[in-house]
C-alpha cells in the first residue's frame, strides 16, 4: 500500500481509538455519579419514610393515653392524614424530585402539628397538676377531675419520646451564594472565590437550649461533595461535609451563615445545599447555576 495512504489511514485509526476511550471513559465516570447521587436520594427518601411511621405510630400511642374525645377524634384525623402521606411516599419513584420536595414540606408540616399536639397535651397535665393540688378541699366535687388528672400522670414518661420527635429542629430559608474575590455575587461559578450558605433554624419551644454541631454538605452538579476536611455520622455511615458551625440555640429562630473556599474548578449547573444536626437531615434545598 502506497504510504502516502497508509500514514494518514494510521493516524485515523489511532484517533478513533482514543475518541472510543474517552467516550468509555466518561460514561464510566457519569455512571459512578449518577449511583451517588441516586444512593444519597434513596437515603434521603427512606428517612422521610422511616419520620412518617414514627409520627403514624406516635398518634396512636397518644391516644391510648388520654380521655378527652375531641382531641382522640383529633389525632385520629391527623394520623390518617400521616398514614396517607406515607402512602403517597412509598409509591414515588427517587427520580421524581418535585413530589419528592412537595412531600417534604408536609413532612415538616406534620412535625409541627404533632409538636402542638404534644404542647397541648403538656399543658393539660399542668393544668391538672393544679388542680390536684386544691382536690383535698373539692374531692367530693371533684372524682371525675382527678381520675383525669390521675391518667393524665401515667403518661408523662411517654410524653419525654414524643418531645424529642417534636424538638428535632427544622432548617428554613436556606440560601447558597458563590462570591467573587471582592466579596461581591459572581454570575458564574468559574468566577466564585468562596461560597456562602445561610439558613434559619426555626423557633423550637420543645427543644433543648445549648450548643449543637450543625453540618452543611454542598453537592455540584455530578454529585460529589465539595470537601470541608471531615465527616460526620448520617443513617449508619459517614458523609462528608462541607462546612460546619457549632451554634448556641436558645429555641428561638436562629440565623447561620458558613463559608467555603474555593479550592477546585467549579462548573455551572445545579448545586444541592443539605443541612444536618442532631443526626438528621433539617432541611435542603437545590439551586441552578447558569
Partial sequence: MNKKILIPLLLLVLVLVGVIALLGYRHYQQTEEFQAMQELAELDKQEMEN?????????????????????????????????????????????DAREIARLKKELAQVRVVLRDYVMQIDSLNRLNENLQAENTSLRGENDEARRTIEGLSSERESLSERVAIAAQLDATAI??????????????MKDCKTIAVTFNISRNVTASNGQRTVYVRITT????ALNGGGTFPYENRNLEYSMKKVIEYTGEETSVTTYWNVNEFLSDGKYTVSIFADGHMIGSRSFEFN
Wanted: aromatic residues 4%.
Fill in 51 to 95: 419520620e412518617y411511621e414514627r409520627f403514624a405510630l406516635q398518634y396512636s400511642e397518644m391516644k391510648t393515653k388520654i380521655n378527652n374525645d375531641s382531641i382522640i377524634a383529633q389525632l385520629t384525623q391527623e394520623q390518617l392524614r400521616t398514614q396517607e402521606l406515607l402512602a403517597e411516599l412509598k409509591r414515588v419513584k427517587i427520580e
Fill in 175 to 188: 440560601s447558597m451564594t458563590p462570591l467573587k474575590k471582592n466579596n461581591k455575587q459572581a454570575k458564574k
Fill in 221 to 224: 452538579p455530578v454529585g460529589q
